[in-house]
T-cell receptor, first 113, second 112 residues
Framework: DQQVKQNSPSLSVQEGRISILNCDYT??????FLWYKKYPAEGPTFLIS?????DKNEDGRFTVFLNKSAKHLSLHIVPSQPGDSAVYFC????????????FGSGTQLTVLP | EAGVAQSPRYKIIEKRQSVAFWCNPI?????LYWYQQILGQGPKLLIQ????????DSQLPKDRFSAERLKGVDSTLKIQPAKLEDSAVYLC??????????FGSGTRLTVV
């Protein structure tokens, strides 16, 4: 039972263009969402998060949008840079779950120079 | 602030052998997690500790996996005996408060 889904295993984008990574969830109890970035042979590192009381959070080149009615969130990277090439994981947590994170399966982003 | 330290980085064992992974969390971080990440999948929670007590081990295959966190600091995860399907990256993560984790670099286990 996949509660957090990333349906695109991979995405290729030209340097300087926008990268849009998508994530869907099924558990309506999720109220906090995070994006992690993972380089090979390293652990995931926190990128950006959003609470369910907001619909947008921005940090530099990274913006996360949340559509609660659609149970959908997306990560926008503008402009994309070759160093952004990594696997991006969407994660979610609920208040009653000891704040455990449930992860999606990841999207491999490749930014082409 | 030092990060989460994990060792070894890589381990290759034959099936039915045993293996242990070690995690040294960030000082003061009371909550510690072990996650299993199989290639092509997202990290999956195995066990959660709060200090040296287990909060949730419902997804830990207890017939072969065990974990402990002595004195609420370092933690070890053991597999005995290992199966081919245990090949994965084992990630340790900790947090002090809030919603986000800090992950270690992981241990890549290959069972042959």
């Amino acid at each position: 039972d996949q509660q957090v889904k990333q349906n695109s295993p991979s995405l290729s984008v030209q340097e300087g263009r926008i990268s849009i990574l998508n994530c869907d969830y099924t558990n309506s109890m999720f109220d906090y969402f995070l994006w992690y970035k993972k380089y090979p042979a390293e652990g995931p590192t926190f990128l950006i998060s959003i609470s369910s009381i907001k619909d947008k959070n921005e940090d530099g080149r990274f913006t996360v949008f949340l559509n609660k009615s659609a149970k959908h969130l997306s990560l926008h990277i503008v402009p994309s840079q070759p160093g952004d090439s990594a696997v991006y994981f969407c994660a979610a947590s609920a208040s009653g779950s000891a704040r455990q994170l449930t992860f999606g399966s990841g999207t491999q982003l490749t930014v082409l120079p | 602030e030092a990060g989460v330290a994990q060792s070894p980085r890589y381990k290759i064992i034959e099936k039915r052998q045993s293996v242990a992974f070690w995690c040294n969390p960030i000082s003061g971080h009371a909550t510690l997690y072990w996650y299993q990440q199989i290639l092509g999948q997202g990290p999956k929670l195995l066990i959660q500790f709060q200090n040296n007590g287990v909060v949730d081990d419902s997804q830990l295959p207890k017939d072969r996996f065990s974990a402990e966190r002595l004195k609420g600091v370092d933690s070890t995860l053991k597999i005995q005996p290992a199966k081919l399907e245990d090949s994965a990256v084992y990630l340790c993560a900790t947090k002090i408060q809030g919603y986000g984790y800090t992950f270690g670099s992981g241990t890549r286990l290959t069972v042959v």
